[in-house]
């Protein structure tokens, strides 16, 4: 049972490129969360996201980030002109369905963007 | 505005010893709370979690308790032992799937 796939592992980009961030969740799970970690910080929740609906967005920047899961194929998370300030590592978690009561969140091995 | 705090940002024990380590929330609406352990270049691995309506879960050596009127958690290793060092993370969240909130972690040393 293959655990969350997060791809590239490490990207890097000169500053105004676009980076594009690949998450496929856990078999079964249809919720996408996708966090992002500066260095000595803790996870910053940035989107939560389920096939073809964004759930909430409060914690992505209005300018440049965007996210999508499609009906088919990986989650995205795509940043455009990136800036050095957006050089951190960049996590994806997955989750299945609850109704309210106790659920986990697992997480994939994360991407490490350096924008040079 | 840190809705969860890890107030120690490292902390070194002794293998066999018990670790605890600590977690203080301000937002009485978390309801689920939970641990995570990473270690560099990985992501966090699941812990161990506790819903608000109890007051400890056991899985192994692991132990989590919490105090809602103190608005506290605490998580208890016993024994430790060497490849419990890592980086460990408090979390909390609302009912149901929401995002979580993290603490700025612990690094835990664990010598032998």
């Known amino acids: 049972n293959a655990g969350v796939m997060q791809n590239p592992r490490h990207l890097v980009r000169r500053r105004g490129q676009e980076a594009r961030l690949r998450c496929s969740p856990m078999?079964?799970?249809?919720?996408v969360y996708w966090y992002r970690q500066l260095p000595e910080e803790g996870l910053k929740f940035m989107v939560y996201?389920?096939?073809?609906?964004?759930?909430?967005e409060s914690g992505m920047p209005k300018e440049r980030f965007s996210a999508e899961f499609p009906k088919e194929g990986p989650s995205i998370l795509r940043i455009q002109q990136v800036v050095r300030g957006d050089s951190a590592a960049y996590f994806c978690?997955?989750?299945?369905?609850?109704?309210?009561?106790?659920?986990?969140?697992?997480f994939g091995p994360g991407t490490r963007l350096t924008v040079t | 505005d840190q809705q969860v705090k890890q107030n120690s940002p490292s902390l070194s024990v002794q293998e066999g010893r018990i670790s605890i380590l600590n977690c203080d929330y301000t937002n009485s609406m978390f309801d689920y709370f939970l641990w995570y352990k990473k270690y560099p270049a990985e992501g966090p691995t699941f812990l161990i979690s506790?819903?608000?309506?109890?007051d400890k879960n056991e899985d192994g050596r692991f132990t989590v308790f919490l105090n809602k009127s103190a608005k506290h958690l605490s998580l208890h290793i016993v024994p430790s032992q060497p490849g419990d060092s890592a980086v460990y993370f408090c979390a909390a969240s609302g009912a149901g799937n929401t995002p979580l909130v993290f603490g700025k972690g612990t690094r835990l040393s664990v010598i032998a």
């Open positions: 078999k079964g799970h249809s919720h």
């Open positions: 978690a997955s989750s299945r369905l609850t109704s309210g009561g106790a659920y986990e969140q697992y």
């Open positions: 996201l389920q096939k073809e609906n964004i759930i909430d």
């Open positions: 506790i819903s608000s309506i109890k």
